[in-house]
C-alpha cells in the first residue's frame, strides 16, 4: 500500500477525533447531562444494531472479496439476509408499539423520536456494507470522508441549533444525529451507485449463503463478547463503586483512547492487506513476523514514553483527577493489545475457523467479569482498570495460540516477556507507585532497555522519519 493511500486511511480516525473534541464541549455547554447521555445512548444503539443486523456478514464480504470472480454477486448475497432481518424488525415495531424504543432508551414515550432512533439503526447498517465498498476498492479518501462526514454534519447542525437559539433539547440533539447518518447514506448511495445497480444484475457468485453464515455468525457471538469486553469496567464501577470513580475511570479511558486513533488506523489497513496478498499468492510470511515487530516495538515505547511522562497529567487537569496519572498506562494497554493481536489472528480468518475468535472473546469477558467482581467493590476504578489489561492481555494470548494451532507456528515468545513487563510495570504504577516518581523512573529505565531491544525498528523508525523531514 502507497503511502498517499495510507495517509487517506489515515484521515478518517484522525478526522473523526478531531472533530470530537470540537463537538463534546458544545454539547456540555448547551445541553444537559441527560441530553448528552440520550445522544450516548443512541450512538451505543446503532452500534449494537450494526453488530446484530449485519450477522458478521460485512466482515464475511472483506475476507471473500478478494477470492471470487463477481463482486457485486458477494454484496447482493451479504446484504440480503441484513435487509430481510432488519426489515422484519422494523415491520414489528411499527406495528406493536414504536414508542417502545423511546421509552426503553430515553426514559420517555415520544414516537417521533422512536421513528428516528428506528430510521438512525437501519441508515447505520446500510451505510456499514456501502462504505465496505470503498474501503475494499481502497478508495482510502472517500472511505475517510464517509467516517467523517457524519461527525462535520453533526457538529454543523449543533452549530446551527445553537446558533438560531433552537431549544437544546433531546429532540433536536437526535434529530442532528439522524440527519447526519441520512445525509451519509445519500453520499454512500451517490458514490457507490455503479457497485450498487451491478449488484442488482449480477448472476449468482459460487459461494453459498449457509458457507458465508458459518464464517460470520461466531464473528457475530465474538463480536458481541468484544463488546461486552470494553463496557464491562464501567458498568461494574458504576455498580460497585461510586461516580466520583466512574468519572476519573472514564476520563482516563477517554485520554487512553487517543491511542485508539493509531489503532484503528492500523486496523482498518492490515486485515484487507493480508487478504490481498493471499489471493495473489503475495503473502511473505517474514514480512508479516517484521510488521508485527514493529509493532510491538511502537507499543512498548508507548506505554513506556506515556508512563515516563505521566507527571504531567495533573497539570492539564483539575486536582480530583490527579489519580489519572497512575491509571494512564494500564489504561493504554487494552486498546494496544487488542491491535497487536490483530497481526497474529489473521491467521484464524484465513483458515476460516472463526468460532476460535468468538471463544477468544468469550473466554477473555468471562476473565473480565470475574476480575471486576473480584476487584471494583475494594479498588474502585484502579481494579477496573487492572481487571480489564489483564482480560486484554488473555485475549491477545488466546487469538494467537488458536491462530498457530490452525495457521501456523509463529514466534511468540519476545511478544509475551514484554507484554508481561509492560502489564506488571503497568500494575505496580497503578498500585505502589501511584502518583510517585519511582513509576516515571521505572518507566524512564525500560524506554532505555527498549532502544537496545527493539534497535532494528528503532533504526527503521528514524530512518523513516528523517526522510520526511527532509522532504518537508
Known amino acids: 500500500m502507497n503511502k498517499s493511500k495510507l495517509l487517506g486511511y489515515a484521515l478518517g480516525p484522525l478526522g473523526t477525533a478531531a472533530l470530537g473534541f470540537i463537538s463534546l464541549p458544545l454539547l456540555t455547554w448547551f445541553y444537559s447531562v441527560e441530553d448528552v447521555g440520550k445522544i450516548s445512548m443512541l450512538l451505543l444503539v446503532m452500534n449494537l444494531g450494526i453488530l446484530t443486523f449485519c450477522l458478521g456478514l460485512d466482515q464475511a464480504y472483506v475476507r471473500e472479496y478478494h477470492e471470487v470472480n463477481s463482486k457485486p454477486a458477494l454484496l447482493r448475497l451479504v446484504c440480503t439476509p441484513s435487509l ?29 423520536l422512536a421513528l428516528l432512533t428506528l430510521f438512525c439503526i437501519v441508515f447505520a447498517v446500510i451505510s ?28 454543523l447542525c449543533i452549530i446551527g441549533i445553537v446558533v438560531s437559539e433552537l431549544p437544546k433539547t433531546d429532540v433536536s440533539l437526535i434529530s442532528a444525529q439522524f440527519a447526519s447518518v441520512f445525509t451519509v447514506l445519500l453520499v454512500l448511495l451517490w458514490s457507490t451507485r455503479n457497485e450498487v445497480h451491478k449488484s442488482f444484475i449480477a448472476k449468482a457468485t459460487h459461494l453459498k449463503l449457509t458457507d458465508l453464515l458459518k464464517f460470520a455468525l461466531p464473528l457475530m457471538a465474538g463480536g458481541f463478547a468484544a463488546f461486552g469486553l470494553q463496557v464491562m469496567d464501567k458498568v461494574f464501577i458504576r455498580s460497585f463503586s461510586t461516580f466520583t470513580e466512574l468519572g476519573v475511570y472514564s476520563v482516563t479511558v477517554s485520554i487512553a483512547a487517543v491511542a485508539s486513533i493509531f489503532a484503528s488506523i492500523f486496523n482498518l489497513i492490515w486485515s484487507p492487506m493480508v487478504y490481498k496478498w493471499t489471493s495473489n499468492g503475495d503473502l511473505d510470511l517474514n514480512i508479516v513476523d517484521g510488521i508485527s515487530e514493529h509493532l510491538l516495538a511502537a507499543i512498548f515505547f508507548v506505554m513506556a514514553i506515556a508512563g515516563s511522562f505521566s507527571f504531567l497529567l495533573p497539570y492539564f487537569l483539575p486536582e480530583e483527577y490527579s489519580a489519572i496519572q497512575s491509571l494512564i498506562t494500564v489504561c493504554l494497554l487494552a486498546p494496544l493489545l487488542y491491535t497487536l493481536s490483530e497481526t497474529t489472528a489473521v491467521g484464524i480468518t484465513l483458515a476460516r475457523k472463526t468460532s476460535l475468535s468468538m471463544w477468544a472473546s468469550v473466554l477473555a469477558l468471562v476473565i473480565n467479569a470475574f476480575g471486576n467482581y473480584i476487584l471494583v467493590e475494594k479498588f474502585g476504578a484502579q481494579g477496573a482498570a487492572i481487571s480489564t489489561a489483564v482480560a486484554f492481555a488473555a485475549f491477545y494470548t488466546l487469538r494467537t495460540e488458536f491462530s498457530r494451532k490452525v495457521w501456523r507456528n509463529m514466534p511468540t515468545m519476545k511478544t509475551y516477556i514484554v507484554i508481561v513487563i509492560l502489564l506488571i510495570t503497568s500494575i505496580l504504577h497503578c498500585t505502589y507507585w501511584q502518583q510517585s516518581f519511582m513509576g516515571n523512573i521505572m518507566w524512564a529505565l525500560l524506554l532505555v532497555l527498549g532502544l537496545l531491544t527493539f534497535k532494528r525498528s528503532v533504526i527503521l523508525g528514524l530512518s523513516a522519519f528523517k526522510k520526511l523531514v527532509f522532504k518537508c
Do not use: C, D, H, W
Request: aromatic share 14%.
Open 84 to 112: 430481510l432481518l432488519m426489515s422484519l424488525f422494523a415491520l414489528f415495531v411499527l406495528l406493536f408499539e414504536p414508542s417502545i424504543i423511546s421509552v426503553l432508551l430515553y426514559g420517555t414515550e415520544n414516537t417521533y
Open 128 to 155: 456499514r456494507y456501502l462504505s465496505l465498498i470503498l474501503r475494499m476498492q481502497e478508495r482510502a479518501i472517500a472511505y475517510s470522508l464517509s467516517q467523517l462526514l457524519p461527525k462535520l454534519i453533526f457538529l
